[in-house]
């Protein structure tokens, strides 16, 4: 083999090393960053992660929103009209926040609480993942538990 083959091969070996270790780094990066939607069902029958962050989806359960004065800590429950999560959120609610609306939170579970970091609430009348939309067809379809039920 002569030389100027032998610099040409190691040259690409090295720029396929390179752009190996760069795909890993950018897996790694993307999976820690990844976060699922799960539904209250979901939770409660402990297929969502217990301690890694992910998204819940559903509706804020009517009359369940409880504030406390001089803070910003606000707790309620979110449902999809077949079982409910407690959701705890210590920041500003955005202004579509309402009881009865479909939400968003990320965040993970404590202590059977969900402590969110972040809450988006719909922000019209088209909007629902299908995910979300999927499990309230299926517990508006069983009627067997509201809002006051686990």
Same mark, same amino acid.
């Given at each position: 083999m002569n030389p100027t083959r032998k610099r040409r091969l190691v040259a690409v070996g090295l720029v396929l090393l390179a752009a190996g270790v760069a795909g890993t780094f950018v897996v790694l990066a993307l999976q820690e960053n990844l976060s699922y939607l799960h539904t209250p069902t979901e939770v409660r029958t402990g297929k969502a992660p217990a301690e890694a962050r992910f998204r819940l989806g559903g509706v804020v359960?009517?009359?369940? $929103? !409880?504030?406390? &004065?001089? $803070?910003?800590?606000? %707790?309620?429950? $979110?449902t999809d009209r077949i079982r409910q999560v407690p959701v705890r959120y210590d920041r500003i609610l955005p202004d579509m926040f309402r009881e009865g609306t479909s939400v968003i939170a990320t965040g993970q579970m404590q202590g059977g609480e969900f402590v969110a970091s972040e $809450?988006?609430? !719909?922000?019209?009348?088209?909007?629902? &993942? %299908?995910?979300v939309a999927a499990a309230m067809a299926k517990g508006a379809a069983l009627h067997t538990h509201s809002c006051g039920a686990n």
């Amino acid at each position: 083999m002569n030389p100027t083959r032998k610099r040409r091969l190691v040259a690409v070996g090295l720029v396929l090393l390179a752009a190996g270790v760069a795909g890993t780094f950018v897996v790694l990066a993307l999976q820690e960053n990844l976060s699922y939607l799960h539904t209250p069902t979901e939770v409660r029958t402990g297929k969502a992660p217990a301690e890694a962050r992910f998204r819940l989806g559903g509706v804020v359960c009517e009359g369940s $929103v !409880k504030r406390r &004065p001089g $803070v910003l800590e606000v %707790r309620f429950a $979110v449902t999809d009209r077949i079982r409910q999560v407690p959701v705890r959120y210590d920041r500003i609610l955005p202004d579509m926040f309402r009881e009865g609306t479909s939400v968003i939170a990320t965040g993970q579970m404590q202590g059977g609480e969900f402590v969110a970091s972040e $809450v988006l609430a !719909k922000h019209d009348e088209t909007y629902m &993942p %299908r995910e979300v939309a999927a499990a309230m067809a299926k517990g508006a379809a069983l009627h067997t538990h509201s809002c006051g039920a686990n």
